[in-house]
């Protein structure tokens, strides 16, 4: 049999009369027929299509000739490097990408593919007339699509340069150009190009990613029987696919090999032997959950977009990011099985993760879901959620920046009356619905108390708490699905509470910002971007902007490292190491919330209903999202240095002064 190493045996082979190369009739013909006579009619057309033929072959050659073949026609894509500059994947608009040698695969697979798109790929020169109307035949023969008129090369051109518009032009201007790149190109070079950038279904585009997909192998270990299988898939993925349409894949694996036969690219007893062992065992996997750090990289890839536009995708680019890629897979795992496990029972769960570096801004992990393979929305990036209590960190920096110390007191009732976002009366209850008197800013921030907060917003004011959170790192506005900007924060008396939404990243950036002791930096997963040839053409700004004061966000940190110890997000505690963080949960449980911070860390972990706000019974910041955090930063924070938060200067704050009980008015005698 043929090797790839050899195809100049193949080429030769394609020049010898198809009769004699042929060792058993295809499916869609055979041999030994008479000629069919020209009909009357015919002849009568033969002047106006020798007429057409003459314009067409006109327009080709002034397409050929002022039409140039792009410089950068090879197949590009903009490869993922994690922080220790590691390949983590490729970037290829909406799907994911793995490139292999020509010479690296097993000689079959190239020559099934070309029995199922160009059996003459090594003898025509960009185009194939005869090509073009054997497909016609055989197309007419079958009563259904077998095979196609254009070339492999054209193929390529089409989703390299033309794109695929169903126009007279389009068709011609692809002729024109497959015939310059033949002539520029090695045979072997467009076949490689080929194999790599073709879409084979479920998001994987080349042979490295479809062999993963539905197979779960290497490509350099694809059988003949799986590689004659993924070759006719891709005349069209979708309806092909051997999971979905056995019965129509496997009627295009057998053309495929029969094809094979025909060329003389296999043996009648291979041939046999493969065709009788049937379709192949397939995975129902898409191409996503084989991918290496999926919502990162599609994270990484809007970063990019933003930064250089959609074209910067398909390009010969270098994107450097902070993904630590053991942190990454500890925070995938930690998700998943969090969710997994949880003891709601309830359909449609999620969960997010995302962790940063907070002198640098660099998102060393993102998890944006449980299975990037059921769930391709990147909540932790696009999906703003109500924060619930963990809003009330923000609070806590507005009092202590206005000099009221942690252990002022503030009233606590069961409930309070407050004016709602609609500027309706509506009642705020405790989250244990307990009237605690008065209570501290440190106890009511350990124990969550939202009536004391309520008091607390009102001491400082809900303007200086939102300037507070959007100077931490939480926006303002934010682009809506329709162009539009809308306000993020609602400005109302249950403000404080968390009743806006924000990400997951938002709020890790925000609560960076205090475990970087008050210096704020955007968060951010690209460092650096660069052609090709080491050209460094992007740098992210990781400029650091002393937003609070040093103390303040001390003080803040040891309130909230009180939250661990003695309050509600004992559940987040590490064993080696001080953690300060606060939970969240809002209305009913539709959304539970940790967020926390180590020196060098900052986490903020999401879980809920994805499609809907319905409450999840039981569900709080205190139990799944902490338990979450928890798992996720043992083993994300195991190779750091244990480092303590500085100590906080709390006499820097005065108490103030219950007013005096005034004394009674002595009566007259």
């Given amino acids: 049999m043929a090797t790839v190493d050899h195809l100049a045996t193949v080429r030769s082979m394609s020049s010898q009369p198809r009769s004699s190369r042929s060792t058993r009739a295809s499916a869609g013909g055979s041999t030994g027929r008479p000629r069919r006579r020209w009909t009357t009619w015919l002849k009568w057309l033969a002047i106006p299509l020798l007429i057409v033929g003459l314009l067409g072959a006109a327009t080709l050659f002034v397409l050929f000739v002022r039409v140039p073949l792009p410089s950068d026609i090879a197949p590009g894509a903009t490869t993922v490097l994690d922080r220790d500059g590691e390949v983590v994947g490729t970037l290829a608009g909406d799907v994911t990408r793995q490139d292999v040698s020509l010479e690296e695969l097993p000689d079959y697979v190239g020559l099934a593919v070309l029995s199922a798109e160009d059996r003459d790929f090594y003898t025509h020169k960009g185009v194939a007339p005869l090509g073009i109307a054997r497909a016609l035949y055989v197309n007419v023969r079958a009563g259904s699509i077998e095979q196609g008129g254009s070339t492999l090369t054209q193929q390529y051109i089409k989703n390299a340069v033309v794109g695929d518009d169903q126009t007279l032009w389009r068709k011609v201007n692809e002729a024109a150009l497959a015939i310059k790149l033949e002539r520029t190109t090695d045979k072997d070079t467009i076949l490689e190009w080929y194999l790599n950038t073709i879409y084979w279904g479920r998001g994987a585009v080349g042979i490295g990613a479809a062999a993963e997909t539905y197979f779960g192998v290497d490509a350099r270990e694809l059988t003949l029987n799986q590689a004659a299988t993924l070759a006719g898939i891709i005349q069209s993925p979708e309806n092909l696919d051997p999971a979905e349409e056995p019965e129509a894949a496997d009627r295009r694996r057998v053309y495929v090999l029969d094809g094979m036969l025909e060329e003389g690219w296999i043996t009648q007893d291979e041939h046999d032997e493969v065709v009788a062992a049937g379709l192949p065992e397939v995975g129902t996997d898409s191409a996503a959950t084989a991918q290496t750090a999926p919502y990162y990289l599609d994270a990484v890839k809007d970063e990019v977009v933003a930064a250089l536009g959609a074209e910067a995708i398909a390009q010969d680019l270098v994107i450097r990011t902070g993904l630590d890629l053991d942190a990454q897979l500890a925070g995938e795992e930690a998700v998943r099985e969090g969710v997994a496990d949880n003891e709601f029972d309830v359909e449609g769960l999620s969960g997010a993760l995302v962790s940063v570096e907070p002198t640098s801004g660099e998102v060393v992990a993102l998890v944006g879901g449980p299975d990037f393979g059921t769930q391709q929305f990147n909540v932790a990036t696009n999906g703003p959620r109500q924060v619930g209590s963990t809003f009330k960190a923000f609070t806590d920096v507005a009092a202590l920046g206005e000099g009221i110390s942690p252990e002022q007191e503030f009233d606590a009732p069961a ?255």
């Fill in 415 to 669: 409930e309070i009356e407050v004016e709602g976002e609609d500027g309706e009366e509506t009642t705020v209850r405790d989250y244990a619905d307990e009237d605690r008197g008065d209570i501290t800013l440190r106890r009511a921030t350990e124990v969550s108390a939202n009536t004391a907060f309520i008091n607390i917003q009102r001491e400082v004011g809900v303007e200086l708490v939102v300037d507070v959170a959007a100077r931490m790192g939480l926006p303002r506005e934010r682009t809506t699905a329709d162009g539009e900007e809308r306000q993020t924060f609602s400005l109302a008396e249950t403000t404080t509470l968390g009743v806006d939404e924000f990400t997951a990243i938002e709020l890790a950036e925000a609560y960076g910002t205090l475990a970087a002791e008050g210096l704020q930096v955007e968060a951010h997963l690209v460092r650096s971007i660069e052609t090709a040839d080491g050209e460094e053409i992007y740098v992210s700004p990781t400029t650091q902007e002393a937003v609070l004061d040093a103390n303040v966000a001390h003080v803040t940190t040891d309130i909230l490292r009180g939250v661990v110890t003695d309050g509600t997000g004992s559940g987040a505690a590490l064993e080696d190491r001080p953690v300060a963080g606060k939970t969240g949960t809002t209305q009913g449980g539709a959304d539970g919330w940790f967020a926390g911070y180590v020196p060098q860390r900052a986490t903020a972990v999401w879980v809920g209903r994805l499609d809907s706000n319905e409450p999840v019974e039981g569900l709080s910041g205190a139990n799944l999202p902490a338990d979450i955090w928890q798992r996720f930063m043992t083993a994300a924070v195991a190779d750091l240095e244990v480092e303590e938060f500085p100590e906080p200067d709390l006499d820097a704050f005065e108490l103030e002064s219950p007013s005096p009980t005034p004394s009674p008015t002595p009566s007259p005698t």
